[in-house]
């Protein structure tokens, strides 16, 4: 399918204003691709894709995951907020088949990352951030340092997350953890 198609298929799962942030983290994507030399239009479909199952209801959402065999850590089952994008990457896979391991893996991550993120990973998960539709507190902070480097980006990113999360006493995923302290080790360990 071409990206046009996919514009098709996630139209009626989204609301309007999720619709036009999926458009907006899309081109975002296609920025970051372009600058940090990754490939555009994969960038641009994983944009696209990424929060397919965003607006199915919680419930169904559950039903779903059951259904494609995702097993639920406790933490998981606790943060519905994480469903969509595990659930995502299935529903790509098993109902559109998608077969794009780098898309699939962008897709599942993009809410938590990962240890060992991959470009088409880090690009997904800050497109998601700075995208023309984002408005939160600290949002130019991000834009900034989406400029400065992918890693500086991801470390602004993983510390707005948990500090909000923590915050409002939610759990957070061991990938965000592994994540945060990957790149912090790695970019500012000096
Ligand atoms: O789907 P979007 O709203 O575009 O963005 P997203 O997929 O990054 O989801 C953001 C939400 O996910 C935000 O409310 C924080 C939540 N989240 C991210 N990482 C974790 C998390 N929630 C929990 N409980 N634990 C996490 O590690
Ligand atoms: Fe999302
Ligand atoms: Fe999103």
Redesign the pocket.
């Given at each position: 399918m071409n990206l046009e198609e996919y514009k098709a298929v996630i139209k009626p799962l989204l609301s309007e204003k999720?619709y036009h942030?999926s458009i907006c983290?899309a081109k975002a994507a296609k920025e970051l691709a372009k600058k940090y030399g990754a490939d555009v239009q994969k960038a641009e479909t994983a944009g696209i894709l990424?929060?397919i199952m965003?607006d199915i209801p919680p419930e169904e959402q559950l039903e779903k995951m059951e259904q494609y065999g995702i097993r639920l850590t406790p933490?998981e089952r606790?943060?519905p907020?994480?469903w969509?994008?595990m659930l995502g990457a299935a529903y790509l896979k098993e109902e559109l088949h998608l077969e794009d391991s780098e898309i699939l893996d962008a897709v599942r991550y993009?809410?938590?990352?990962r240890t060992d993120m991959t470009l088409m990973d880090k690009i997904l998960?800050i497109a998601?951030?700075i995208s023309d539709d984002r408005d939160y507190e600290g949002v130019e902070d991000l834009r900034k340092a989406a400029k400065i480097s992918l890693e500086e980006a991801m470390t602004e990113g993983f510390s707005y997350?948990?500090g909000?999360?923590a915050k409002s006493r939610?759990?957070?995923?061991?990938?965000?953890?592994a994540a945060y302290n990957q790149t912090v080790l790695a970019y500012h360990g000096k």
């Open positions: 999720r942030h983290v990424h929060d965003k933490v606790a943060a907020k994480l969509h994008a993009h809410t938590t990352g998960f998601d951030f997350t948990i909000d999360l939610k759990p957070i995923h061991p990938d965000t953890i």
